[in-house]
């Protein structure tokens, strides 16, 4: 799960990291007022969940506040890589002197969490990584240690910061520390941190990405969901248990199990056709599921004919086609559907499809085949 | 012979009075596997499956009284964890997490801890392991694979099934099967079973099964071109994955524009692995 540069420095103002001052706001009136109480010299920065804000005119400067409100009326109207900006965070303009890069993330490879840090802030780490990996320092932390204080005097010496900052920095990343283990996310960044002309640090950009997998401990942070910046089918498919993602082609597929899902999309195009989506409906599949499932997919009108592609092993055929035959009764069905079933009782699954006007097959490759040319049909 | 697992095993099950615990503690039974207790805390004295199979409260319990030498962890996510500490305390040296969905930070933990123990754990999120005609320790179904030279690890569930299936259409079998699991940080990885394969006298060839995201088929290409004798044939899933989306495994996602299948493949054919374009392609390479 993503967090808003807003969320994400909130989070980081609650363990201690300086940030600077400022509130969200949803309209240009109240954008203005904000820019008012902060002095008129405000940065007027668009709340989306996507990087490259900056480049696409997302991240602008205002010298007052009348300037702050046309600014914001500007933003507020934008999309950003397809996505509307709805509300734009205020922050007071800080008098930068030197951008630095600051995160943690997991390194899979290494099994343990790492300290990125870089003295050329400001960019995308990953632009750094490509042009001068030697310029990042990085310092992986025992998961059951925690980061230790020479650590972090380890990160400041690595990016030469002058000596008068340590002792924040320090602090600095202690704090990010905490927060990256005590909200579980896979990422938690500061870029910029930075050296201001008052001679202190400032974090003035934030991201965050929370870990799905955790958040039944932190119900307060799951609350903090932009579903609006979701595809809505996608939002959908969670309510029931579902992994769906959109893609851009005119196979709806359902399948039973991740690596099999993704497999179903390559093996459609392998013979010419194009994926609708990826759907992984789990262990089970009663009718409610199937159900839920088939609506999803036929919301996008792009879909011309739907894949359906079961392995059954603790999951049996029949039971399948049972919640298919239900789920059709709920959800009219108007374009061709292959079905493939294999394994435990698939005989007696395809029994029962029979009279369904299905289009089944035996093997995948003849499933995919058979979906491709009832799409091109 | 066979990997991890045979007919010596002597299985816990931790979380047997769960739904999902006693429906495969039975399967695993019906296959012959040697399930000795399971653990429920507050249900110990209790039996179940018709009793069958002792409930202790606690993995020390369960070990001091049956002399179990491996642990398969039904429990639900948030308690995971907590379950293969518990067993590797008890002295378990071999634990499969079959629960789905346990945070990555908790992981990292487990692992470390794991390690310093000298502990071998499979999983978490994976559908276990399966040494056909001796021992199933997981959900892998026992007829969709027969006894055979093919050593087959994969990240990935249901095309596992896939893949055991297709083979033995045709006659092929399993030396043993291990499903590594779908997550970014898990306990075997593709090298270690690699390794296992390419010492166990009875595997010929071995099959892999991976997928988009991290590392791990490339570090195993490096294995099999300086190391391995025996010939592999592999398949990895997610070419047509988008970068930045996970794809239902936590661990199946294009970080960075690294991870992608195209990689991968590429990585293992050069060191002079067959990859197959499809899965029904698999048991053809093999000959």
């Given at each position: 799960m993503k967090l808003h540069e807003y969320q994400s420095k909130q989070l980081f103002a609650k363990y201690g990291i300086p940030i600077p001052k400022g509130r969200v706001a949803a309209t240009a009136t109240e954008a203005r007022q904000i820019a008012e109480e902060l002095g008129g010299r405000v940065v007027v920065k668009s709340q989306v969940l996507v990087g490259g804000r900056g480049k696409a005119g997302g991240i602008r400067l205002a010298k007052s506040a009348k300037e702050a409100e046309e600014v914001a009326t500007q933003i507020l109207g934008m999309e950003i890589k397809g996505l509307p900006v709805r509300k734009v965070l205020v922050d007071q303009a800080a008098n930068i002197d030197k951008e630095i890069y600051l995160g943690i993330t997991n390194d899979r490879a290494a099994r343990r969490p790492v300290f990125m840090a870089s003295a050329a802030g400001g960019v995308e780490i990953e632009e750094v990584a490509r042009t001068n990996p030697e310029k990042i320092i990085k310092v992986h932390i025992d998961p059951l240690l925690g980061l230790r204080d020479y650590q972090a005097r380890d990160i400041a010496i690595g990016i030469d910061?002058?000596?008068?900052?340590w002792k924040l920095f320090v602090d600095i990343c202690r704090g990010l520390w905490r927060v990256y283990v005590e909200c579980d996310a896979t990422l938690a960044e500061i870029n910029p941190l930075v050296i201001v002309k008052e001679k202190t640090l400032l974090a003035l950009d934030g991201k965050m990405l929370l870990d799905d997998n955790a958040l039944f401990r932190h119900p307060d942070l799951a609350e903090m969901r932009d579903v609006d910046e979701e595809a809505s089918a996608e939002t959908e498919a969670r309510k029931y248990g579902l992994s769906f993602i959109k893609l851009d082609g005119n196979i709806g597929c359902m399948v039973n199990g991740a690596g099999l899902a993704m497999t179903t999309m390559d093996i459609i195009k392998l013979f010419g056709g194009e994926p609708a989506n990826f759907l992984d409906i789990g262990g089970g599949a009663g009718a409610d599921k199937v159900a839920a499932a088939l609506r999803i997919i036929l919301s996008d009108k792009n879909v011309k004919t739907i894949m359906f592609n079961v392995f059954g092993g603790i999951t049996r055929c029949d039971e399948v086609a049972k919640g298919i035959l239900a789920a059709l009764k709920e959800v009219k069905l108007t374009i061709p559907m292959v079905v493939r079933l294999v394994g435990t009782n698939a005989e007696e699954g395809l029994r029962l499809l029979a009279d369904a006007h299905m289009i089944t097959a035996e093997t995948l490759a003849d499933a995919a085949k058979k979906s491709v040319a009832a799409a091109k049909a | 012979m066979s990997i991890l697992v045979d007919k010596n095993t002597r299985l816990l099950v931790q979380g047997i009075t769960g739904n999902e615990g006693l429906f495969h503690t039975q399967q695993m039974l019906e296959y012959g596997t040697k399930v000795v207790a399971g653990t429920r805390p507050g249900k110990g004295g209790e039996w179940v499956l018709d009793g069958k199979v002792p409930v202790f409260d606690s993995c020390k319990a369960a070990v001091e009284a049956t002399g179990a030498n491996a642990s398969i962890i039904f429990v639900a996510a948030a308690f995971a964890p907590d379950a293969i500490f518990e067993a590797a305390d008890a002295g378990i040296p071999f634990i499969v997490c079959i629960t789905e969905g346990v945070a990555v930070q908790d992981m990292m933990r487990v692992r470390e801890y794991l390690d310093q123990k000298q502990v071998r754990l499979l999983g978490p999120n994976c559908p276990g392991l399966l040494t056909p005609g001796e021992a199933k320790v997981g959900i892998i179904p026992g007829n969709i694979a027969i006894p055979g030279d093919i050593g087959v690890v994969s990240r990935s569930g249901t095309l596992t099934y896939e893949v055991l299936y297709a083979l033995k259409l045709v006659g092929m079998g399993a030396t043993t099967c291990v499903g590594i699991g779908g997550d970014p940080i898990n306990g075997t990885n593709f090298l270690d079973c690699l390794s296992m394969f390419e010492d166990?006298?009875?595997?010929e060839k071995v099959v892999m099964i991976g997928e988009i995201g991290g590392t791990d088929e490339e570090k195993a290409a490096q294995f099999i071109a300086s190391k391995m004798t025996k010939p592999v044939v592999s398949f990895i899933a997610g070419q047509t994955a988008p970068p930045g989306k996970r794809m239902g495994h936590a661990g199946a996602i294009i970080e960075g524009g690294s991870g992608t299948a195209a990689e991968k493949v590429k990585a293992l054919e050069a060191a002079g692995v067959k990859v197959a374009k499809h899965p029904e392609e698999i048991p053809s390479l093999l000959k």
């Open positions: 910061l002058p000596k008068e900052y | 166990d006298p009875r595997t």
